[in-house]
């Protein structure tokens, strides 16, 4: 199986970034399907962004085009979630998942689920 592992969450401004990270152990990362979903307190989980196993294929939500940006890092066995511009409606724990067929906005259909790293932006 494949344990996930989230990191680089922190406390920023409006208008800051962050990078956080998905590290994986037990399996290569490369051969799984990837997505970022975030669920902010009190709210539903809602997708962010998902990418292939070849990372020829991602799909963003409306919310974060143009803003965030997911890329793999094979070496590392790492996805990595780059997102600009932060806004406090931005504000959740943001999860990575991981699936060796899917890569969607599905909340249900990853097989695989990190613990979760917060992002917290003020304005």
Not at 18 to 45: D, I, M, N, P, Y
Not at 52 to 57: E, I, M, Q, T
Not at 111 to 123: E, F, I, L, M
């Amino acid at each position: 199986q494949v344990q996930l592992v989230e990191s680089g969450g922190g406390l920023v401004q409006a208008g800051g970034s962050l990078r956080l990270s998905c590290a994986a152990s037990g399996r290569t990362l490369s051969t799984h399907g990837v997505g970022w979903l975030r669920q902010a307190l009190g709210k539903e989980r809602e997708f962010v962004v998902a990418i292939s196993r070849s990372g020829s294929g991602t799909i963003y939500a409306d919310s974060v085009k143009g803003r965030f940006s997911i890329f793999r890092d094979n070496a590392k066995n790492t996805v990595f979630l780059q997102t600009n511009t932060l806004k406090p409606e931005d504000t959740a724990v943001y999860y990575c998942a991981a699936d060796i067929i899917y890569a969607g906005p599905s909340d249900t259909r990853y097989r695989y689920w990190g613990q979760g790293t917060q992002v917290t932006v003020t304005s």
